[in-house]
């Protein structure tokens, strides 16, 4: 079974400054790899994925994440936060099953916190 | 396109009661997914529908939690009885079903259990 580790419950930076979420994962074989961003009052929301292909992935506000097979890592990168970037951010692991699809699996978040 | 559409958006029961949380997925979402997301914890996938079919509900607590999706189109997931570990908000999610398609949110149902 496919698990997510998310090392990092709480993290803060200040506006302005570069941005890095940790993600470690745990499968048998590649998975497929997405980050979403949970703003308060708000639904999840798909900032990227990966599946295959280039390594490093963009998305959206800014936002890329670098799959590293060596580490079982998909690390979410920023380089300059705005204080709106304040919200959770969960990573989640994608198994592939027949038929095209896949079951997703979710890590427990990270929460971010923008200082002005 | 309207979104992902969940009722009711808040519940509060006492437990042992019975609860019923209604999803409607976007039209022509072949994948609904129903998660429990604790406070402070990651959603967690409680059962995945492709069409009318289940895909996945091994963390499903089969003894009083059940889901259907009658038609393929919109779904319900009820508790019966609630424990007090179940308050949570509960999310429906739909996706095409397709393998790089993205799974779109509605905005949850908050359950309270007294």
């Known amino acids: 079974a496919q698990s997510v580790t998310q090392p990092d419950i709480h993290i803060t930076v200040s506006e302005g400054a570069s941005l890095e979420l940790r993600c470690n994962y745990s499968?048998?074989?590649?998975?497929?790899l997405f980050w979403y961003v949970q703003s308060p009052g708000q639904g999840l929301q798909l900032l990227l994925k990966?599946?295959?292909?280039?390594?490093l992935v963009q998305g959206i506000k800014g936002f890329e994440a670098e799959f590293k097979r060596s580490q079982s890592s998909f690390n979410l990168r920023k380089p300059s936060v705005h204080w709106s970037d304040a919200a959770e951010y969960f990573c989640?692991?994608?198994?592939?099953?027949?038929?095209?699809?896949?079951?997703?699996?979710f890590g427990r978040g990270t929460s971010l916190i923008v200082h002005p | 396109e309207a979104g992902v559409a969940q009722s009711p958006r808040y519940k509060i029961i006492e437990k042992r009661q019975s609860v019923a949380f209604w999803c409607n997925p976007i039209?022509?979402?072949?994948?609904l997914y129903w998660y429990q997301q604790i406070l402070g914890q990651g959603p967690k996938l409680l059962i995945q529908?492709?069409?009318?079919?289940?895909?996945?509900d091994s963390q499903l607590p089969k003894d009083r939690f059940s889901a259907e999706r009658l038609k393929g189109v919109d779904s319900t997931l009820k508790i019966q009885p609630a424990k007090l570990e179940d308050s949570a908000v509960y999310l429906c999610?739909?996706?095409?079903?397709?393998?790089?398609?993205?799974?779109?949110f509605g905005p949850g149902t908050r359950l309270t259990v007294l």
């Open positions: 999610a739909s996706s095409q079903g397709d393998l790089s398609d993205e799974q779109f």
């Open positions: 499968y048998g074989a590649t998975p497929y």
């Open positions: 990966y599946f295959s292909g280039d390594t």
């Open positions: 989640a692991v994608g198994a592939p099953y027949g038929r095209g699809s896949y079951i997703p699996t």
């Open positions: 039209s022509g979402h072949a994948t």
């Open positions: 529908f492709q069409n009318n079919g289940v895909v996945d």
